[in-house]
């Protein structure tokens, strides 16, 4: 067997970012050393399969360590993937692994609270993301199905796979991608590893909010370390972030598009806007988890593993907000007192409206969220059959409160509110006549808690697989398999409002001075003082009792879908030479069948909710086929096809049997809102082809193309005047990816520890949403341009890296509701990571994220004047690692 081909073998085996780090030791050994490393394999299983027999340590770490094994991993995969690699243990490129996959080629996110969050993909948003954690599928404390990545950092992840093209033995729900994430094995390590890092983040926009903390900590570790003859392996990792949670923020409300009147009298209708309001906030965003690991080898025919991971954030913020309504003049009723109007297409931009009222909010909002993810791994060689077991279960939770004090300016104060909102991010505004820091011209506070709610997802699974070789045959390798899961999600919230029942001073407030809003006052004492007006148990729900629409809102917003499924699968590897040249790949078939029931409260006219209960059942039928064809004797350049039909679940609260309807008459329609617990999932027919050049170690050219034909996409739509997700036509999503990496080892020194990784994918769709009604959105996650370069030095113990990523416009789902959706603005993230070792044991790291200070710009209804603008400002870091 030639070189290059015994090495691809063995990172086929390999693949963990931290297997391949080892195949390229395996290369400089002699062939039959690796033809005996090969045979000695542990029974090969899931895509993170460890192998058999003890393997020596290799001490190759570092920027140039991670992007050779990445690629190593990729180039030797049977289906089309992208891969992170661990620099080093517990040393991903970035702090978690969502800041990662961002940078990968035809992936972006989006953000939350600055952080990278959620990956959008090929043109589609999160919830045509799979994602799991060693191969198993992963509860969420979203209300859908979305995995929030920025819970995985770097200590308890060895690595990613993004898949993208199917193949049979994946766990079914990822039509864009599907991600699984891997942990540290302890078992493929030579002796105890410890590493530890500790560092500073100073968050820059702090310095413009009064009481914003500037400064915060985050540490983490891993051990590994193996026993009994190196029979036994064990590992524990983990991590906390104290990070500041600070932004300063202003929302548009949207316009009044129904009850506006002609304002300047040109005989057509002029939209006022609703209103606006703005946000600044300081407060923590805390983040912590960790990983215990264990695994067992007696022999070279048994390995049995458990783990369990456990991720936890907890966010209080205090929000500082002006809320500025009763601009929309429904049918004119205020027309007399606007001025100096900004009217463009019909839309009032700006102007003066005088005999207004501005509300001062201090608020607080609350948020526990975890996730749990623990199991069995049994592999035993039987014969020439490799058997795998695998029991797993998986937890998420949420609970979220928001605690607002409100207070109304004084209706005996003349507030004048001057305005410019014109789009590309112009948001100017002032409040004439008041001074909004002095609580003496406002009213009376009162209590919101708005709302208090609650998400629980539990996700129980077993697997039973079964693999052995095939003699003389183009099929090398049988496959089957059968997985069975047991899911439960539910939400349930309160609300209330309390008058207080003790009068707050006026020496209980301070005003605080952001500059370019207006001041604020806020409790210098937020809890203790809401205790004292309020009474001690006001912002607990037991007991808590609101108005009756609050109480019949609370009602029907609650809900939960049990899900079951089961499914069964069959794949063969192919491997043959066919017109002189190789190949191989696989073929195969996944059978899914799913069932789902939903529960809800539903009312007709205002009745009484009453409880509704219904459900639905599909099988589907997934086949895939991947091939590889090696076009020299190298291998290194490669033509790769991909056919497969995957499919995407329904986001489980748009599942929900709750809904709210009203009919006018016997002979009128029904309108209102509801959830749809006949929705099917979302099915794509899809094919890929792409050419790749490994041309070096470390270095790649690869372009590829990708088409999908959506079908049953799930949109918001109103049906039969019913507004509730239905599935949809569907239509195609294509698009061209390409990539360029190279490590310069051939320069000069000192050049030659320079590299560069760089991609650019163009997506197109004929999908649209069905909101906003006549101007409907693209498909939500259509970056139409997307891509990114990062250059990067190693050498005599320096690192360096600085990258740039760029996305075009898409369309997100930054809230809760699945109805709305926005359009998240072009951004441009750019960020730069300094590291010298001191000693073999310390490194010094300095790094600086979203160094231009890019905005958070979102757009609304597809109205270029509605915009929503947030500054989330520079983060520095500046730490220490040690390793033992």
Request: proline share 4%.
């Amino acid at each position: 067997m030639k070189h290059k081909k015994m090495s691809l073998l063995i990172a086929t085996l390999f693949s963990t970012p931290l297997m391949a780090q080892q195949a390229f030791a395996q290369e400089a050994q002699a062939e039959p050393a690796a033809q005996a490393a090969a045979q000695a394999a542990a029974p090969a299983a899931t895509p993170a399969a460890p192998v058999a027999g003890e393997i020596q340590q290799v001490n190759v770490t570092g920027i140039r360590a991670s992007v050779r094994n990445a690629l190593a991993v990729k180039e030797a995969s049977n289906s089309m993937v992208e891969v992170i690699a661990s620099e080093d243990i517990g040393k991903l490129p970035d702090t978690t692994i969502a800041e990662s996959l961002a940078r990968l080629p035809g992936l972006s996110s989006g953000l939350d609270r600055g952080n990278a969050s959620q990956i959008v993909a090929r043109g589609m948003g999160p919830r045509f993301i799979g994602a799991t954690l060693n191969g198993r599928e992963l509860a969420s404390s979203e209300p859908d199905r979305a995995v929030r990545f920025e819970q995985f950092p770097s200590e308890s992840i060895s690595g990613a796979t993004v898949y993208k093209t199917q193949n049979a033995e994946l766990v079914e729900g990822g039509i864009a991608t599907s991600i699984d994430l891997q942990t540290v094995s302890p078992l493929k390590y030579n002796g105890r590893q410890l590493n530890f890092k500790a560092d500073v983040l100073h968050y820059n926009i702090a310095k413009d909010i009064a009481g914003a903390d500037k400064n915060k900590p985050r540490v983490g570790g891993i051990w590994v370390d193996q026993f009994l003859n190196k029979t036994l392996g064990a590992a524990v990792a983990f991590s906390y972030q104290d990070q500041p949670s600070v932004q300063k923020n202003v929302r548009h409300w949207g316009f009044n598009e129904n009850n506006s009147v002609d304002m300047n009298g040109d005989g057509k209708v002029d939209k006022t806007p609703w209103g606006f309001q703005d946000d600044v906030r300081r407060g923590s965003n805390k983040r912590s988890s960790v990983l215990g690991k264990i695994e067992y080898k007696p022999n070279s025919d048994v390995l049995i593993t458990a783990d369990t991971y456990y991720a936890q954030t907890k966010i209080d913020e205090a929000q500082m907000q002006h809320w500025t309504g009763d601009l929309g003049n429904w049918d004119g009723g205020n027309s007399g007192n606007f001025s100096n109007l900004d009217i463009r297409n019909g839309y009032v931009a700006g102007g003066t409206v005088n005999w207004n009222r501005v509300i001062n909010n201090d608020a607080h909002w609350i948020q526990d969220a975890s996730v749990a993810a623990s199991g069995l791994n049994a592999k035993v060689n039987l014969g020439e059959w490799k058997v795998e077991t695998d029991l797993s279960t998986s937890h998420a939770l949420r609970s979220s409160q928001w605690r607002d004090l409100r207070q109304n300016s004084l209706s005996s104060i003349p507030v004048s509110v001057n305005w410019s909102f014109t789009g590309n991010e112009r948001q100017q505004y002032s409040f004439g006549g008041i001074d909004t820091g002095n609580p003496a011209n406002f009213e009376a506070p009162t209590l919101y808690v708005d709302t208090d709610g609650h998400v629980k997802d539990l996700l129980n699974a077993a697997s039973v697989t079964a693999a052995r070789p095939i003699e003389n045959s183009i099929v090398s390798r049988i496959k089957v398999g059968v997985r069975a899961t047991d899911r439960e999600k539910s939400y349930r919230q309160t609300t209330w409002q309390l008058a207080q029942k003790n009068a707050i001073p006026a020496s209980a407030y301070e005003t605080v001075n952001v500059e370019g809003f207006p001041s604020y006052f806020v409790l210098k004492d937020f809890y203790g003082t809401i205790g004292n007006a309020f009474g001690a148990d006001a912002i607990n729900p037991n007991g808590k009792v609101g108005t009756a629409d609050q109480i019949r809102n609370d009602q029907l917003a609650g809900w939960r879908v049990k899900e079951r499924s089961t499914s069964a699968f069959v794949q063969g590897d192919l491997d043959g030479e066919a017109f002189g040249k190789t190949y191989r790949g696989n073929v195969g078939v996944r059978l899914v069948h799913t069932k789902t029931d939903s529960y809800g409260m539903g009312s007709i006219n205002g009745s009484t909710p009453s409880a509704v209960e219904q459900g639905t059942s599909y099988t589907e039928i997934l086949p895939s086929l991947n091939l590889i064809f090696n076009l020299d004797e190298a291998q290194e350049h490669q033509v790769r096809f991909g056919l497969a039909r995957a499919m995407s679940r329904p986001p489980l609260d748009e599942l929900r049997a709750s809904r709210n309807l009203s009919q006018a008459g016997t002979s009128q329609p029904q309108t209102g809102s509801a959830g749809n617990p006949d929705l099917k999932p979302m099915m794509a027919n899809q094919v890929d082809l792409a050419y790749q050049w490994y041309f070096q170690k470390g270095s790649l050219v690869s372009v590829g193309g990708f088409y999908k034909q959506l079908q049953r996409y799930i949109a918001i739509t109103q049906s039969d005047n019913i507004t509730r997700s239905v599935n949809g036509e569907g239509g195609n999503i294509r698009g061209v990816e390409l990539v360029y990496q190279q490590a310069f080892t051939g320069l000069p020194a000192p050049f030659d520890g320079l590299g560069i990784a760089s991609n650019y994918a163009y997506t197109a769709s004929t999908v649209r949403e069905q909101v906003p009604v006549g101007n409907p959105f693209p498909i939500e996650g259509l970056m139409r341009n997307n891509g990114g370069v990062t250059l990067w030095y190693e050498k005599a113990g320096y690192e360096a890296r600085i990258s740039a990523n760029h996305h075009s416009s898409f369309v997100r789902n930054p809230t809760w509701s699945a109805g709305q959706l926005l359009v998240n603005e072009a951004e441009t993230f750019v960020s730069m990571n300094l590291a010298k070792q001191i000693t073999p044991n310390v490194q010094i790291r300095f790094g600086i994220e979203n160094l231009t200070n890019q905005k958070a710009v979102y757009t609304s209804a597809n109205n270029p004047l509605q915009q929503e603008v947030t500054e989330f400002g520079r983060r520095f870091n500046l730490g220490l690692s040690f390793k033992l």
